[in-house]
């Protein structure tokens, strides 16, 4: 079986641009979860959506969005980029279980 | 506080030594623990779930005490490919997984 999978693995974008983050959950969870990580911390929590409905939603500004799909993929978008968002944002694909797996993350760099 | 507060790394340990990570989370309502691992500019990777009974994985062994709000993972005999940053992880019940900061651990040969 597929993993989590993310797209793209690397980005590079200046100031103010947007940026759209993409992800497929394993195949049969219905629930994808958006964290942000930068260097030396763990994971923050962004977004968690279940069968399309946000879930919960992490102390970011309102320039982070996301979506859940159909199929139950899921984007996250970035409104006018700061340096301070460069990090490692990573999906998370959760069962019925309340284990959640992580894809391999996309790097993102704001200069 | 932070919700969830580990150990601060990094630890250097010779090949063969047991090492012991501790992790203690701040809320009470807490219901399902994990430990995992992360390697250099990867992804975090589930190593076990935490369970009240203790469980243990071949040479890793995960404690949880509810009444001292505290998780532990042993490892036994390491291994130059246990070298990573182990991250502490809470959450309740289907709701966002909390992390701590992460403790690096260093195996030596």
């Known amino acids: 079986d597929a993993g989590v999978t993310q797209s793209p693995t690397h980005l590079i974008k200046t100031r103010g641009q947007h940026v759209t983050l993409r992800c497929s959950p394993i195949?049969?969870?219905?629930?994808v979860s958006w964290y942000q990580q930068v260097l030396g911390q763990g994971p923050q929590f962004i977004f968690q959506?279940?069968?399309?409905?946000?879930?919960g939603r992490g102390n970011f500004p309102d320039r982070f969005s996301a979506r859940q799909f159909p199929n139950y993929s899921s984007e996250l978008n970035v409104n006018a980029l700061l340096l301070g968002d460069s990090a490692l944002y990573l999906c998370?694909?959760?069962?019925?279980?309340?284990?959640?797996?992580f894809g391999p993350g996309t790097r993102l760099t704001v200069t | 506080r932070k919700e969830v507060e580990q150990d601060p790394g990094p630890f250097n340990v010779p090949e063969g030594a047991t090492v012991a990570f501790n992790c203690t989370y701040s809320?009470?309502?807490?219901?399902?623990f994990f430990w995992y691992r992360q390697d250099c500019r990867k992804e975090p990777k589930l190593l076990m779930s935490?369970?009240?009974s203790g469980n243990e994985d071949g040479r890793f062994t995960a404690q949880l005490n509810r009444a001292s709000q505290y998780i532990s993972l042993l490892i036994r005999d390491s291994k130059l490919s246990d070298s990573a940053t182990y991250l502490c992880?809470?959450?309740?019940?289907?709701?966002?997984?909390?992390f701590g900061k992460g403790t690096r651990l260093s195996v030596i040969a």
């Open positions: 998370a694909s959760g069962g019925e279980s309340y284990e959640q797996y």
């Open positions: 195949s049969g969870h219905k629930s």
């Open positions: 959506y279940y069968e399309k409905e946000e879930r």
């Open positions: 809320n009470s309502a807490s219901q399902s």
């Open positions: 935490v369970y009240s």
């Open positions: 992880v809470v959450n309740r019940g289907n709701t966002p997984l909390v």
